[in-house]
């Protein structure tokens, strides 16, 4: 099991943008198999799906989200991304990365909000003003 680390986050304006961060610790670059997202709970809510990318570089996105969030991997460094531009203070959650080195298979087409992965980060806060 991997110990996925999540960074990045923080309190910004509304319209402003964060980069969050995950260290995917297992994963290198000759890893051709895998499949990754994030995830975003706010109080009183239950966790939703946010974006996931597979290994052959196909992405989904929530439509809440589409258009101003981006999730793409660093191969040199290992790293998960999920660049957050036009933030809203309804985007205000704890955000989660998963991971596992394995095809997202059926997972691809299932709900985005199934936190069907085996590898969790612990969450970085995300806050937005208005």
């Known amino acids: 099991q991997m110990q996925l680390v999540e960074s990045g986050g923080g309190s910004v304006q509304a319209g402003g943008s964060l980069t969050l961060f995950c260290a995917v610790p297992?994963?290198?670059?000759?890893?051709?198999?895998?499949?990754m997202g994030w995830f975003r709970q706010s109080s009183g809510k239950e966790r939703e799906g946010v974006a996931r990318?597979?290994?052959?570089?196909?992405?989904r996105y929530s439509d809440s989200v589409k258009g101003r969030f981006t999730i793409s991997l660093d191969n040199a460094n290992n790293t998960l991304y999920l660049q957050m531009n036009s933030l809203r203070p309804e985007d205000t959650a704890m955000y989660y990365c998963?991971?596992?080195?394995?095809?997202?298979?059926?997972?691809?087409?299932?709900?985005?909000?199934?936190?069907?992965?085996?590898?969790w980060g612990q969450g970085t806060q995300v806050t937005v003003s208005s």
């Open positions: 990318l597979n290994s052959i570089g196909s992405t």
């Open positions: 297992g994963y290198t670059y000759s890893s051709y198999s895998y499949c």
């Open positions: 998963a991971a596992d080195l394995r095809p997202c298979g059926g997972r691809w087409l299932s709900s985005l909000d199934r936190p069907d992965f085996g590898n």
